[in-house]
């Protein structure tokens, strides 16, 4: 627990020095950003000093044992939060904390559901800073172990050539075909999202080669920007690493991290397979064949594998350290030589001391964003724990959706996505697994399906105008209007809010259940978002017209639910819309498929 208050004092103070809207210039400090910086020193370092007086010694929610000094030390660190996390993620996530503060002093004077008996000021700041219930409560403990040392893994990876590797792999073998541009964009994000599990940090480092190739292909714009913003943002929904959630999840829900792996492995490859569909009916659609010169060859192919299979390595190692029963941190330390030496297969990717360092460097400035989210969502934690808003808030739900787990899987949604666009995706989860999770769980969906439902619609928020970020960068990347840039990344992104209402209604497809219904699950999910493809993109072999669209949207729908007469009807409405479109289609130009 020590460790929690060790880690969160030099990456808070990192915070004040790197994320400085005081600066005169460029590169040059003021010094109001370095007394912030040592103020969260010293008081990280009072609490560190004090550790056992101030909470092992001393009974929680006994405010009357803490001295001015450290009611102000706790009033200044909360203050430290907000206006780090003001400069690193703007100022939504800080007013949902200073909401949830009002709300835990004025408990008397709320009415209906909302009133509670309240907490006095000096309250406030015990159990916010002073137990492990608030700031240092399980998610700082998970962001200070296990996501830092994989953010570590992937910075590691990343530094050692794979992602170009990747590219050029994806390039031998879809560059030829129809969008081959915007299917190597979806093979390279995804592989890279995987170790970066950072949607915006995918765009920025696949997005500078991938977006140009697209645009040169033929494809406008911002849907290359769009494409590169859905692809990358599958990086959360992906394991290994997931941006960090997979860990969270593994502590909150009590499920182990292998087992969350495996079940999020097969939506998260639905994703990507629908996306796929989409670029591939959208380029057949518009007339883009494959990149520019690229030719299907499987013997470039095997080529890239013979030269550059060592970059599997760390993946390999990352697997066979956890089937053999070594817990995710010892996994992805002990893979870390791995990295190093796979580099060195080849002369132009050998790690140094000077590329170990940026990869240090870049894994520091990445957890400083997810400490900030964390601790900021355990304030808000500690308050719905102490205030019983959670209870509250479980049974409102319950009593909007009634008997209907559909109602309360629409409110749960909307719940995570409003989270998703003014909170950090593992904050909005956070905050999500605490009030909305249990609420869905009463209704009997398993543990793993109300978990990985609530990061599917946070995670959607990353690419969802006005606020996601990653689309922002997208389109800057690819010099196309942000907002038309995020509305296409939805568009290509549309599995993620029909793909976690899917493997609600058919746990299945995450590995509950025997191998022969994972399997049928499996055959009806590609068969549904195959359907939703064509009723988007409404070209296949030609342009499908508005009723075929209606009809393959509707039936890709209705093979959502798990009701027998529902999936009859959906199978049969798919069946009927493609025969008929197929022969009413005129071919009126070549197809690339």
Known sequence: RLHRILHLGPILALCFVTYSPSTIQAGRLVVLDLVLALLCLVITGYLALNFSLLYDDRMSLDPGSLSHLEIAMGVILIALLLE?????????????????????????????????????????????????????TVPLAVASSYIIMFLIFGAFVVESGANRFYTELAQALVGSAAGGAGKIALISSALVGSITGNATANVAITGPVTIPMMKRAGFESHVAGAIEAAASKGGHILPPVMAGIVFLMSEISGISYWQICLASAIPASLYFLSAGFQVHFYATRHGIGGEPGAVMDMQSAWHLLVQGWQHFLPFI?????????????????WSLPVVVLSSWFQKETRMGIRHIGRALDRSVMTVRVVTLAVALAGIIISVVFYTGLGSTLTSVLRDLAGTSLFVALLLAGLFCLLLGLSCTVIAAYILTAVLIVPTVMTLGIPAMAAHLFTVYLASVATITPPVGSTFFVAAGLADAPPFRTGWAALRMASAAFVVPFFFVYHPELLLIGSWTETLLAGVLAVTMVFSLALAIEG??????????????????LLMVSNAAIHLVLGLGLFVVGLIWHLMSVKRSGPDYA
């Open 84 to 136: 780090a996390s003001r400069r690193a993620m703007g100022n939504w996530l800080g007013a949902l904390v200073v909401l949830f503060l009002i709300y835990a002093y004025a408990g008397p004077h709320m009415t209906g559901v909302l009133e509670h008996s309240g907490f006095s000021f000096t309250e406030i700041i015990d159990f916010t800073i002073f137990t492990f219930d608030g700031i240092f």
């Open 317 to 333: 190692s990352i697997i066979a350290f956890l089937a053999t029963g070594y817990s995710p941190i010892w996994a992805a330390l």
């Open 539 to 556: 070209w296949f072999r030609g342009p499908l017209d508005v009723w075929k669209r209606v009809l393959l949207g509707a039936a890709g």
